[in-house]
Structure formats: structure tokens, C-alpha cells
């Protein structure tokens, strides 16, 4: 089936700091589909103070992970409103239960996998050191400062945010993994999943390219058309 077929149902998976964000955005530039991240969705829902948007945010609020039932609730209420296009869902399914309520309403034809190793990651999520009292940032790939660990201007110490330190880093990929494995393997077994494996989103989005060529519409460059 080529891209002139039915409507594309995907999904992107790929731990904090595996460029998933860069590489949705660049899905959504190229070919014509809509972008649903949960995230978005669900700031959208709490800032609007719709009902699933304050149930949401009792959870956030004590600092727990939002049941499968209401991120369910959340997403599926939201594809009610894309019947008529391709969609690509972003942090959604992120759990088994939720990859099988999502399986009940729709039949998911593809889910892009970006594997990127757990070390490269972790410098890429790492990198970042902050002068706290005039709040410059340094990234030790990009803009390191003069001399490691010491602010360029002032000769102070930098510091790392509790986010940036390694053992948060480490927690958090850690968890990512548990929580998506089994997901994964639910994909897997179904045939549908696509794993892109690479160290740099430069070197992955190629290849994620080519293969949405084959499976949905490039968008079409409007002001190009027009005499």
C-alpha cells in the first residue's frame, strides 16, 4: 500500500533526550499529518480547566503519574476530532494498559521506535551547567565554558540542576524503560513496530523519512503551486 492509501495511524516512541521532539516536528514540516503529544494535550486541558484537565492535575499536583484510564480518556477524546486525517501520537501509549485501550478504538499501522544508546543520551540530557546568580548556561557539547565547572565571567562555580544531574538523568531513562518495554514488545509482536537505531537525530531522520514516503503524503509546497 503506498501513501495513497487510508489514513495513517502512527506512533513515536523514544526516551527523554532521544530527539523525538526534533524528529516529530520535522514528521509534521514534511508530511501531511497531525502531531498529538500528550504533553501538549494535556497543559492544554489543566489551562482550559476542563474536567479531565483538573482530574489530571490532582494527580500532578501530589506528584503522581496520571492513570492509564485518564491519559486514555484524554487521547482518545481528542482523535474523536481527527477522523478525517493522518495522525502521529507523541508520549502516547506509554504504558501496555494504555496501548491496549488505544488498540480497542484504533488499529495503529505503524510506531517509529528512535533508539538511541542509554550513554549518549545520558551526556546529551547531562550536558547542561548553570552560573546561578546571573543564570547563564553552558552545554559542555555546544557553548563549555572557558575553563570546566567555572563561569567565564566571574570565576564562580557552576552548578547543576537536580534535572541535569546524572543520577536523575540515570533514574529517569531507567524508568522510561521499564514503563515502554513491555509496549514495545506488544508492537513488536503485532508487526507494526519500526525501530530507528543512531547516535545523532541528523544521522536517524533519513531514514525515518524515507520510510513516511512510503506510507503518507508529503505536504505539498501551497505557495509553489499558485500561478
Given at each position: 500500500?503506498?501513501?495513497?492509501?487510508?489514513?495513517?495511524?502512527?506512533?513515536?516512541?523514544?526516551?527523554?533526550?532521544?530527539?523525538?521532539?526534533?524528529?516529530?516536528s520535522r514528521i509534521t514540516k514534511h508530511f501531511e499529518l497531525k502531531?498529538?503529544?500528550?504533553?501538549?494535550?494535556?497543559r492544554q486541558n489543566m489551562l482550559q480547566g476542563t474536567e479531565i484537565g483538573v482530574l489530571a492535575?490532582?494527580?500532578i499536583d501530589q506528584g503522581k503519574l496520571i492513570p492509564d484510564d485518564v491519559m486514555t480518556r484524554l487521547a482518545l477524546h481528542e482523535l474523536k476530532n481527527l477522523t478525517q486525517c493522518s495522525w502521529l501520537l507523541d508520549g502516547f501509549p506509554r504504558t501496555l494498559p494504555q496501548a491496549e485501550a488505544l488498540d480497542k478504538a484504533y488499529?495503529?499501522?505503524?510506531?517509529?521506535?528512535?533508539?538511541?544508546?542509554?550513554?549518549?543520551?545520558?551526556?546529551r540530557l547531562t550536558a547542561r551547567w548553570i552560573h546561578p546568580a546571573s543564570g547563564r548556561v553552558y552545554n559542555i557539547e555546544f557553548n563549555p565554558p572557558k575553563t570546566v565547572g567555572i563561569d567565564d565571567l566571574t570565576g564562580e562555580p557552576l552548578i547543576q540542576r537536580e534535572?541535569?544531574?546524572p543520577e536523575t538523568v540515570?533514574?529517569?531513562?531507567?524508568?522510561?524503560?521499564?514503563?515502554?518495554?513491555?509496549?514495545?514488545?506488544?508492537?513488536?509482536k503485532k508487526g507494526v513496530l519500526e525501530t530507528f537505531s543512531g547516535t545523532e537525530t541528523n544521522k536517524?531522520?533519513?531514514?525515518?523519512?524515507?520510510?513516511?514516503q512510503t506510507?503518507?503524503?508529503?505536504?505539498?509546497?501551497?505557495?509553489?503551486v499558485t500561478p
Open positions: 500500500m503506498g501513501a495513497s492509501g487510508r489514513l495513517l495511524r502512527a506512533v513515536i516512541m523514544g526516551a527523554p533526550g532521544s530527539g523525538k521532539g526534533t524528529v516529530s502531531h498529538l503529544s500528550s504533553g501538549d494535550l494535556l492535575k490532582t494527580f488499529q495503529i499501522d505503524t510506531v517509529i521506535n528512535l533508539n538511541v544508546p542509554f550513554e549518549v543520551i545520558k551526556q534535572d541535569d544531574k540515570i533514574k529517569r531513562l531507567k524508568a522510561y524503560e521499564a514503563q515502554t518495554e513491555p509496549v514495545l514488545q506488544y508492537y513488536q536517524i531522520w533519513p531514514h525515518v523519512y524515507a520510510f513516511l506510507k503518507v503524503p508529503e505536504t505539498t509546497q501551497k505557495a509553489s
